[in-house]
């Protein structure tokens, strides 16, 4: 459990994609600006945090990680996210929203201390709420998002390959999905969500 909020923060730790040219792959490098820049803002440009958090915490609530004995072994935030999520999908909507809301917050104050750049000496950043207990166990240290290639693109929409590199957790594959907003390319959605945390469940953590 831990490694995959690892993996939904950092969107949240930075990247180096492939290319600086104007195409799909820019998301990443703009990302990667906003992390090594200690600046959430800039961060934003090239992924839009509400929409990849809400969208992970959806798949979150729907996987069998969180679902008796798995996920009463995944404590803490599983455990919580096992009894709310159980409900209609209007409160699994709800829930859903609460939570990114929290990982949100997280993930700026993890820019914005340059906790997620691995500066020396930079805070942990402060959590509270329904996810703190997994959040603030997360150790700090550089992450990076390495991009890849583009998988397939229809106009403003494409797909991207990348792999999430945590120097404790390990390598982790990542399908990005982007799309030309206002003219920049951004980061809108982790498209195997379901496939990692098959691999944190594996993992035990």
Known sequence: ??????VLLLLICGSRPVTGADGPLSAAETAQKGIDACDSDLFNRGVDMDRVAFLAMQDLLKADILKGEAGKKNGGAAEILITLGAGSPEQAALIGRLLASELRGFAVSGINSCLFAGKEGAQPAQSGGMLASTLTRLAPGR??????????????????????????????????????????????????????LERAAAQGR
């Open 1 to 6: 459990m831990k490694k995959l909020f690892l």
């Open 143 to 196: 992450r990076e998002i390495k991009a890849g290639k583009i998988l397939d693109r229809n106009k403003d929409k494409a797909r991207i390959s990348a792999e999430f590199v945590d120097p404790r957790a390990g390598t982790f594959p990542l399908v990005l999905g982007v799309e030309r907003q206002n003219g920049a390319w951004r980061i809108v959605e982790i498209d195997n969500v379901p496939e990692l």
